[in-house]
């Protein structure tokens, strides 16, 4: 299942211990609901209530996972959620800094950058090649950029 915001409505003056947000949940690339936080620490707000269970259903299935140092922890509707909102968030940052700087992943797995270079320059580069490139993020589908600069590092 593949589960993606859109519309994201974030405001951060609003936040206290959550982010304060409204989103449009997407799930296989259909319009599935709407999902809010009030920002103040408690869960998700998610409408229609089925789409709460459907997600729930979901990360039922997923193994367990490590965070803040503790090891096993469960996968809920809202840790689902937030890790849509980074992807969404982090996909709309790299796409501003893909304009004007090259992105690649060397053989050793760690990424590097351009220094800011003009749109022209980055097609230029992009067309010729990066030398000693395993992967070019700018010449990647943004999902498989998303992907590719976070499992390298990049936040």
Known sequence: ???ELKNIKEVKALSEETPCFTATVY???K???EVSNHG??????YHPRALYTRITEYADTLPTYSAFGMDGLKVDAD???FRAMDV???GK???RILKNRVLFIKADGKLYQTRKITTNDVARLCAAGV???????NTMPIDEAVAAYIAAGGQ
């Open 1 to 3: 299942m593949k589960i």
């Open 27 to 29: 799930i296989d690339g």
């Open 31 to 33: 319009k599935a609901g």
């Open 40 to 45: 103040t620490g408690g869960c998700n707000n």
């Open 79 to 81: 840790t689902l959620i």
């Open 88 to 90: 969404a968030q982090t």
């Open 93 to 95: 940052a790299l796409a």
């Open 131 to 137: 030398p000693n490139a395993v992967k070019v993020l």
